[in-house]
């Protein structure tokens, strides 16, 4: 080998290793961003929500959880918890066409106030919305790390396995739950948030809770 090249090949293989240890890490955290999560079993409560139907986009849906609380401000009326809901009304990626049901938890009360909160949903510009009941129920959910990418058919396909792989079947629309709801943002980016997808299963039958681990809301 001519010695004048060497110092030259050398400074070629040190630059590939250096490319490949950047590259490594950056793959690695992207396989991370894919990794299955750990699913789990929740009993979720029978309660009382406010609710508004919102069409548009995951970026513009939080706007709609300020909307309710001010609603439930101006009705005297106290959430139960710092959570909110989503619950998908229909499957599509087109962000003008998707609607999306949000809740947030009230105490009782609210359900005397139906009539007026529809009033206010309008005022407010919402579609549609008022104070009803949600029954007791049991889902299974997986949640994102916040700054992952909010891939949901990712998560959903996590979900339907496991039921598959547990002989359970899913009985209602897929559920997206937020913590501190009264931290987010009217417009945000949905990657930053940790929210929790679920589906309700039936709920007499409860062998998944032998195989995952079971919690109870708020735990």
Same mark, same amino acid.
């Given at each position: 080998?001519?010695?004048?090249?060497?110092?030259?090949?050398?400074?070629?293989?040190?630059?590939?290793?250096?490319?490949?240890?950047?590259?490594?890490?950056?793959?690695?955290?992207?396989?991370?961003?894919?990794?299955?999560?750990?699913?789990?079993?929740?009993?979720?409560?029978?309660?009382?929500?406010?609710?508004?139907?919102?069409?548009?986009?995951?970026?513009?849906?939080?706007?709609?959880?300020?909307?309710?609380?001010?609603?439930?401000?101006?009705?005297?009326?106290?959430?139960?918890? *710092?959570? /909110?809901?989503?619950?998908?009304?229909?499957? +599509?990626?087109?962000?003008?066409?998707? %609607?999306?049901? &949000?809740?947030? =938890?009230?105490?009782?009360?609210?359900?005397?106030?139906?009539?007026?909160?529809?009033?206010?949903?309008?005022?407010?510009?919402?579609?549609?919305?008022?104070?009803?009941?949600?029954?007791?129920?049991?889902?299974?959910?997986?949640?994102?790390?916040?700054?992952?990418?909010? *891939?949901? /058919?990712?998560?959903?396909?996590?979900?339907? +396995?496991?039921?598959?792989?547990?002989? %359970?079947?899913? &009985?209602?629309? =897929?559920?997206?739950?937020?913590?501190?709801?009264?931290?987010?943002?009217?417009?945000?980016?949905?990657?930053?948030?940790?929210?929790?997808?679920?589906?309700?299963?039936?709920?007499?039958?409860?062998?998944?809770?032998?195989?995952?681990?079971?919690?109870?809301?708020?735990?």
């Amino acid at each position: 080998m001519n010695r004048s090249k060497l110092p030259v090949i050398l400074g070629l293989c040190a630059m590939a290793l250096l490319v490949l240890f950047i590259a490594i890490p950056n793959s690695y955290a992207k396989l991370q961003d894919l990794t299955a999560p750990s699913v789990s079993l929740k009993t979720q409560p029978r309660e009382t929500v406010l609710w508004a139907v919102h069409q548009g986009s995951y970026k513009t849906a939080p706007a709609v959880y300020h909307e309710l609380r001010g609603i439930a401000e101006s009705l005297g009326l106290e959430m139960t918890r *710092d959570e /909110g809901t989503w619950v998908l009304l229909n499957k +599509t990626n087109i962000d003008q066409d998707r %609607l999306i049901e &949000v809740q947030i =938890p009230v105490d009782a009360s609210a359900l005397r106030f139906n009539a007026d909160i529809k009033i206010m949903a309008e005022n407010y510009g919402l579609n549609i919305g008022g104070a009803k009941t949600v029954d007791t129920s049991r889902r299974v959910q997986v949640t994102k790390p916040a700054g992952a990418s909010m *891939d949901d /058919g990712f998560y959903w396909d996590v979900l339907y +396995t496991e039921l598959g792989r547990q002989g %359970l079947n899913a &009985v209602s629309s =897929p559920i997206i739950v937020f913590s501190n709801v009264t931290q987010i943002d009217e417009s945000c980016e949905a990657d930053e948030l940790s929210p929790s997808f679920a589906l309700e299963v039936e709920g007499a039958r409860v062998g998944l809770s032998s195989v995952l681990e079971t919690t109870e809301v708020g735990s």
